[in-house]
């Protein structure tokens, strides 16, 4: 199928491989909608009617439709219209061959042919065109590392291999960057970094790897949760590219996976290794490996951790803060927590409602009455009132500890604030009714007329807590007015 592809004339240097295709339109709707990696309103008319054609005309008549449509190519058009050409490759390659009778198409255009082929699993026709391409000496890296994708995305990962065996009889060199792109196309598919390093073991013999041959390595350990094979991997990086900050991705990889493997001993071993070479890694890693730890609970390594990362001159966001705090709140560690909270400030992170919610909640949950009901007044001089949900709990808390002001303090809150009207009513019945417990009735009559002039919902249930205090106390007629007004309300 030589003959299929029109030989260019000299070419010019290639550009770079174009951008990988895992989804391509239907060239039925390309003029109606683009791919989302095109500008459509960039796109050439003359692209969209050539493209409309290839997706309207049998692969047989494309050629005279085409020559009949009285449109010259031009080489920016070629790359155009063979994007969007993945769903008909061969009315593709029709195009691309009465393209190449009027005009020179670029290396680009000729890496874009292979790539269609290659993605529609037309292997024989795929090689013709590398023939071709040979023939014009237009084969460069990039024509090969589209090669290694489309088989690896197919599963076939030893014709990859293959490929990259058979590149210097196509004149390619085998170096470092034809190593990696096969090394990447191969990590990319799910549990196959073991496949990737069995090959690099054969070809580092011929080809010496580099930063970023080990980084595409580490990164497969990292996707398959292997720490083991990662502390190898890493092991011969060092060995043979030495240590160089500006492999972070490397060391990025290489400590999330054993994080996610469960050994924080070794990761902080390796951390202080780093450090003392300058090649501490970045926020990134920080960041990923710190909710590995909250996910897991591990509350006190994610602590170590974050001694680490703020000694280094990093510096944590309100988010990060929150996770931690939320963590070593849910570990009862609240020391900790209250020293973040109160660190924040100085590294330019500032709490936010959910910072002082998580800390409120979890010592209302804890039954930590007395810390909670100063740290309310806290969040109230701060403005930052707790959630409706937490203030219900807090009701309940401070009456079960004796302390009704506290309890009227968070009813305040949340009258206050933006909570949920259902929850709203159910933390003014817990208010009524612990109030009712304590004998004061004054306040429950104050309160209970205040919520329902506010358009508070008592429930008829909290009433009927309330009847016998009342009746025992003599205030039958007090009980009798309110009584109706809850009625009244619920009939409304």
């Known amino acids: 199928m030589a003959s299929t592809f029109q030989n260019p004339r000299d070419p010019s240097n290639p550009p770079p491989y174009?951008?990988?295709?895992?989804?391509?339109?239907?060239?039925?709707?390309?003029?109606?909608?683009?791919?989302?990696?095109?500008?459509?309103?960039?796109?050439?008319?003359?692209?969209?009617?050539?493209?409309?054609?290839?997706?309207?005309?049998?692969?047989?008549?494309?050629?005279?439709?085409?020559?009949?449509?009285?449109?010259?190519?031009?080489?920016?058009?070629?790359?155009?219209?063979?994007?969007?050409s993945y769903s008909h490759p061969a009315s593709a390659v029709k195009f691309f061959?009465?393209?190449?009778?009027?005009?020179?198409?670029?290396?680009?255009?000729?890496?874009?042919?292979?790539?269609?082929?290659?993605?529609?699993?037309?292997?024989?026709?795929?090689?013709?065109?590398?023939?071709?391409?040979?023939?014009?000496?237009v084969l460069s890296v990039s024509t090969f590392a589209s090669i290694f994708r489309s088989y690896c995305s197919a599963g076939r990962l030893k014709e990859a291999s293959m490929s990259f065996d058979v590149m210097d009889r196509y004149g390619v060199s085998q170096d470092a960057v034809a190593l990696n792109s096969l090394l990447s196309a191969i990590c990319r598919e799910e549990g196959q970094a073991v496949f990737a390093a069995d090959l690099f073991?054969?070809?580092?013999a011929k080809v010496a790897p580099d930063a970023d041959t080990f980084a595409i390595l580490l990164e497969g350990w990292e996707k398959e949760g292997n720490p083991t094979k990662?502390?190898?991997?890493?092991?011969?990086?060092?060995?043979?590219?030495?240590?160089?900050?500006?492999?972070?991705?490397?060391?990025?990889?290489?400590?999330?996976?054993?994080?996610?493997?469960g050994q924080p001993d070794d990761t902080f071993k390796f951390l202080r290794v780093?450090?003392?070479?300058?090649?501490?890694?970045?926020?990134?890693?920080?960041?990923?490996?710190?909710?590995?730890?909250?996910?897991?609970?591990?509350?006190?390594?994610?602590?170590?951790?974050?001694?680490?990362?703020?000694?280094?001159?990093?510096?944590?966001?309100?988010?990060?803060?929150?996770?931690?705090?939320?963590?070593?709140?849910?570990?009862?560690?609240?020391?900790?927590?209250?020293?973040?909270?109160?660190?924040?400030?100085?590294?330019?992170?500032?709490?936010?409602?959910?910072?002082?919610?998580?800390?409120?909640?979890?010592?209302v949950k804890n039954k930590k009455t007395r810390e909670a009901a100063k740290f309310l007044t806290e969040m109230r001089k701060n403005e930052f009132p707790p959630s409706a949900e937490?203030?219900?709990?807090?009701v309940r808390l401070f009456f079960n500890g004796y302390d009704p002001e506290a309890?009227?303090?968070?009813?305040?809150?949340?009258?206050?604030?933006?909570?949920?009207?259902?929850?709203?009513?159910?933390?003014?019945?817990e208010l009524l009714i612990g109030l009712n417990d304590l004998g004061r009735l004054s306040d429950v009559r104050r309160y209970a007329e205040e919520m329902l002039d506010q358009g508070v919902r008592i429930h008829l249930s909290t009433m009927e807590k309330l009847k016998k205090t009342f009746y025992k106390a003599g205030k039958d007629e007090a009980y009798s007015h309110l009584v109706r007004r809850v009625r009244k309300d619920h009939r409304d």
């Not at 937490?390 to 807090?394: F, I, K, Q």
């Open 274 to 363: 780093m450090k003392g070479k300058g090649c501490l890694p970045g926020m990134k890693f920080f960041r990923n490996a710190l909710d590995i730890l909250i996910h897991q609970g591990d509350s006190k390594n994610a602590l170590e951790l974050w001694k680490i990362m703020v000694g280094s001159g990093l510096v944590p966001n309100t988010v990060m803060y929150n996770g931690m705090i939320a963590l070593l709140c849910d570990s009862r560690n609240f020391d900790s927590a209250f020293q973040l909270l109160d660190d924040m400030p100085f590294y330019g992170a500032f709490p936010n409602s959910t910072t002082y919610n998580t800390i409120f909640e979890c010592l």
């Open 407 to 429: 309890a009227m303090e968070a009813w305040s809150c949340c009258l206050e604030g933006e909570g949920v009207s259902r929850k709203i009513d159910e933390c003014a019945n």
């Open 201 to 204: 073991d054969k070809a580092k």
């Open 390 to 394: 937490n203030c219900v709990a807090a």
């Open 18 to 84: 174009p951008p990988d295709h895992h989804h391509h339109p239907s060239l039925a709707t390309a003029a109606a909608a683009f791919p989302s990696h095109l500008d459509s309103a960039n796109l050439q008319p003359r692209a969209m009617f050539i493209c409309d054609i290839l997706s309207r005309t049998t692969a047989a008549d494309v050629e005279s439709t085409l020559a009949r449509s009285g449109i010259i190519p031009t080489p920016d058009l070629v790359e155009e219209v063979l994007k969007l």
């Open 230 to 261: 990662a502390k190898s991997t890493f092991g011969e990086m060092v060995v043979r590219v030495g240590w160089d900050p500006r492999n972070m991705s490397a060391y990025d990889a290489f400590l999330t996976t054993l994080v996610r493997g």
């Open 97 to 137: 061959r009465w393209s190449g009778l009027r005009c020179k198409p670029t290396p680009y255009a000729w890496n874009l042919m292979v790539d269609v082929l290659g993605k529609n699993s037309l292997y024989e026709p795929m090689w013709d065109a590398v023939r071709s391409m040979k023939s014009e000496g």
